[in-house]
C-alpha cells in the first residue's frame, strides 16, 4: 500500500482500472436477486402445499380449464366438420382456445385473490406456464420453420420462469439501464435493441402473412392480368416489409434522420455498382405497366431465346423454354433489344412451309398436295374463309420449281414453332410420294476423256 501510495502523485484521482466497472455490478446484482427470489419462491411453495389454500387454488385452475374447454367445444365441433385449408387452421386456433380462456381467467384471478390476502403462488405459476404453453403452440401453428419455433419456445419458457422468481419487472430494468456500446455518446440500452430485434421479427413475419393473403386475392381476381397482379403484389410485399422495418428501428429508439446519409449512399452504389440492378427494376415496372409483355405469352428475343413468360419480377423475367428449360431474362432485355411476341393481341399466325418439285410437274397437282398435306396437320387453323391454306408458286430455282405452303396455325401451334414445322414437311413429303411427284436435288454431268483422245485434239497435224 506504501508503495500505491508514493506511485500516486499528490491530488490525483485513484487509479480507477482497478475497480469493478458498473455493469458488472449490476449483473451480480441480477444474479444474486435471481437466487434470492428463487428460494423465496421454494419456501413459499413449501408452505402453500403443506396448507388448505392451495386447494382453493388448484379449483380456481380446474375451473377455468373447465369454462375454457366448455366455451371452445362449439367452435371445435364446427370447424372439425368442414374439410378445407381455411378451417383446418381454424381448428388448430380452436383447440387451444380452452387453455388461453383458463389462462385470462387465472390472471383476472390473481389480482383477486392478492385483494383478498389469499396465497397465490401456485395460481400465478400455472397462469404464466399456461400462457407460455399457449403462445408456443400459436406460433407453431401459424410458423413452419423448426429454428424460429425453438427459439420462440425458448424464449417464451425463460419469460415465464422470469415471471414466475417475480424477476421479469427486474430484468427490463436492468436490459434498459446496459448501454450499448457502453459509455458511448449514442448509445442505446440493450432492452431497445432486443425488443426492436424481437418486433422486427414479428412485424416481418406479420408482413409476409398479410402479403401472401393478399398476393392469394389478387390472384382470384378476374379484372387485373396477370402482370398487374404480380407487380401489386410485389409492391406490397416490399410496403409493408420497408414498413416493419421503420417501425422497429422507431421502437429502438433510432433517428431515423439519420437514414438520410445511408440513403444518398445508396443513390452513390445506384449511380455506380447497382446500377444494372435499377436499370432491371424499372425495366420490370415499365414492362408491367405498359401491359407490352404478360404472363403466357410466347416470346422471341434477340438473343435467340424462345419461349413462354411464366414470371414477371421485379428484376427479371422467367422464360420458358419448349424444351422445359427456365431462363432468367433481365428485364432491361426486353426494352432496349427486339423483342417479338406472338401472342399479343391473338394467337393466331401465319407461316409458310417451302418446298420444290422437279420441273414439268403439274403445278394444279402440286397444289392439291399440298392443300391435303395441311388438312392432314392438326395444327392447319380450319372453319375460317378468310384464313385457308394456300400454295404459292414463289420461283424458278437451278433445278427445281419453288413452292411455298401459306397456312394459319391454331393457338396452341404458335407455341410449338419446332415441332409444327417438322409436321407440315412430313405430310408435305408424305403427300408429294402419294402423287408420285418428284422433289428434285442438285444433279452433275460428269464427262471423262481418254488420254488417246486428248493427245490427238492437241497434234499439230489436226
Not at 407460455?132 to 419458457?157: G, Y
Not at 419453288?402 to 409444327?420: H, I, N
Request: charged share 20%; hydrophobic share 50%.
Amino acid at each position: 500500500m506504501a508503495q500505491e501510495t508514493q506511485d500516486s502523485a499528490p491530488g490525483e484521482p485513484a487509479d480507477t482500472e482497478t475497480l469493478p466497472p458498473a455493469d458488472f455490478d449490476r449483473v451480480e446484482d441480477f444474479f444474486t436477486s435471481l437466487n434470492d427470489n428463487a428460494v423465496l419462491l421454494a419456501e413459499r411453495l413449501q408452505d402453500q402445499l403443506g396448507s388448505v389454500t392451495v386447494f382453493y387454488q388448484l379449483g380456481a385452475i380446474l375451473f377455468a380449464l373447465g369454462l375454457g374447454w366448455l366455451a371452445a367445444r362449439p367452435a371445435r365441433t364446427s370447424l372439425a366438420r368442414r374439410r378445407d385449408a381455411q378451417s383446418a387452421l381454424l381448428l388448430a386456433l380452436a383447440r387451444q382456445m380452452p387453455f388461453a380462456i383458463a389462462a385470462a381467467i387465472l390472471w383476472i384471478a390473481v389480482p383477486l385473490y392478492s385483494a383478498a390476502g389469499q396465497p397465490l403462488s401456485v395460481l400465478r405459476i400455472a397462469a404464466s406456464l399456461m400462457t407460455a404453453w399457449v403462445l408456443i403452440r400459436l406460433v407453431a401453428t401459424f410458423v413452419k420453420d423448426p429454428f424460429w419455433s425453438r427459439t420462440f419456445a425458448t424464449l417464451a419458457w425463460v419469460v415465464a420462469a422470469l415471471n414466475i422468481l417475480r424477476l421479469l419487472g427486474p430484468t427490463v430494468d436492468f436490459l434498459d439501464r446496459l448501454q450499448l456500446p457502453p459509455g458511448g455518446e449514442n448509445a442505446i440500452s440493450a432492452f431497445d435493441v432486443l425488443w426492436a430485434i424481437g418486433l422486427a421479427i414479428i412485424l416481418l413475419w406479420t408482413a409476409s402473412f398479410i402479403s401472401r393473403l393478399v398476393q392469394g386475392r389478387l390472384a382470384a381476381s378476374e379484372k387485373l392480368t396477370p402482370s398487374v397482379r404480380g407487380l401489386l403484389g410485389q409492391l406490397i410485399q416490399i410496403a409493408l416489409f420497408a414498413g416493419a422495418i421503420m417501425f422497429a428501428l422507431s421502437a429502438a429508439r433510432v433517428n431515423l434522420t439519420g437514414l438520410a446519409v445511408l440513403t444518398g449512399a445508396i443513390g452513390v452504389g445506384i449511380g455506380f455498382g447497382l446500377q444494372s440492378i435499377f436499370q432491371n427494376f424499372i425495366a420490370g415496372i415499365i414492362i408491367l405497366l405498359e401491359k407490352t409483355l404478360k404472363v403466357g405469352d410466347f416470346v422471341d428475343l434477340e438473343s435467340g431465346i424462345t419461349g413462354e413468360v411464366r414470371e414477371i419480377n421485379v428484376r427479371s423475367t422467367l422464360v420458358t423454354t419448349n424444351d422445359n428449360v427456365d431462363i432468367l431474362v433481365p428485364n432491361a432485355e426486353f426494352i432496349t433489344n427486339r423483342v417479338t411476341n406472338w401472342t399479343l393481341r391473338e394467337v393466331y399466325r401465319r407461316i409458310r412451309v417451302p418446298f420444290g418439285v422437279a420441273y414439268g410437274t403439274d403445278k394444279d397437282l402440286v397444289k392439291k398436295a399440298a392443300l391435303e398435306a395441311a388438312e392432314s396437320v392438326p395444327y392447319t387453323l380450319k372453319d375460317n374463309a378468310k384464313r385457308k391454306p394456300d400454295v404459292w408458286l414463289t420461283g424458278f430455282g437451278d433445278s427445281s420449281l419453288d413452292f411455298e405452303l401459306v397456312v394459319w396455325l391454331t393457338g396452341e401451334a404458335v407455341r410449338r414453332p419446332g415441332a409444327v414445322n417438322a409436321a407440315y414437311c412430313w405430310a408435305i413429303e408424305t403427300a408429294l410420294a402419294k402423287y408420285e411427284i418428284e422433289i428434285p436435288f442438285p444433279q452433275r454431268d460428269l464427262h471423262i476423256k481418254q488420254p488417246a483422245e486428248i493427245a490427238l485434239k492437241s497434234s499439230p497435224q489436226s
